[in-house]
């Protein structure tokens, strides 16, 4: 079993990296972000104040959430909908990032994500990966880029989807939820002391993977050395 942690903030590209990681190398790719994201999407269909925590925490009851792979596409299930699609709106992520800050959403989730690591070789992204879910990791990367490289990549993204974009009111997001990620009090977004930092504001989709895969090449030859 080999676990590896992609840590860092919004629009770093860690979910893209790391769906791409996973299949090249045959590991379980968990996107950490999606669960969060669908617990903020349960959430804003309640018209629940997502800041107030009691709030939050009593709706967790009412939450089913289940992880399936179709293609080797992970796809997750809120009450036995695929909201796969749902929770990648702006309205949503912000939503993921209330919710987050809440500890007992964290616990709520936590479990989950490290029974997953237990039982197969997981490539794992987040926020608190590297930190909290799973301190023990073989490889931890923080992935980051400047705030206007991520906020002009998810622009260019949401254009090309068709949809209606802003770029000023995308990096005000970006930056927003920069701060209430590394602000709140329960695991806020940090580079882990023994995380390797990757930043790609210069680097194309293909680079940052080459680079990735160097980080994790290096560390299996070093567990074969080993052996």
Not at 40 to 65: E, F
């Amino acid at each position: 079993m080999i676990s590896i942690a992609i840590d860092g903030p919004s629009g770093a590209g860690k979910s893209t990296l790391a769906r791409r990681l996973a299949a090249h190398y045959g590991y379980l790719y968990v996107d950490t972000g999606a669960m969060y994201r669908a617990v903020g999407l349960y959430g804003l269909r309640q018209g629940t104040d997502l800041a107030d925590g009691a709030a939050v925490a009593a709706l967790l009851p009412g939450v089913q959430l289940r992880l399936g792979y179709r293609d080797g596409v992970q796809h997750i299930y809120l009450n036995g909908e695929d909201v796969s699609e749902a929770i990648r709106a702006e309205q949503v992520g912000m939503a993921a990032s209330a919710v987050s800050a809440h500890p007992a959403v964290r616990a709520f989730l936590l479990d989950t994500q490290r029974a997953l690591a237990k039982t197969n070789s997981v490539l794992m992204d987040g926020r608190d990966i590297g930190t909290v879910v799973l301190p023990d990791a073989d490889v931890k990367i923080f992935l980051t880029a400047a705030p206007e490289v991520r906020a002009r990549r998810r622009y260019d993204q949401l254009r090309e989807k068709g949809l209606p974009a802003d770029y000023e009111t995308v990096l005000a997001d970006v930056k927003q939820r920069d701060y209430n990620d590394t602000h709140r009090a329960a695991a806020p977004l940090c580079q882990a002391p023994d995380a390797l930092l990757v930043d790609t504001s210069k680097l194309d989709f293909e680079q940052s993977f080459q680079v990735l895969c160097r980080i994790i090449d290096r560390h299996r030859k070093d567990r074969e050395e080993e052996r």
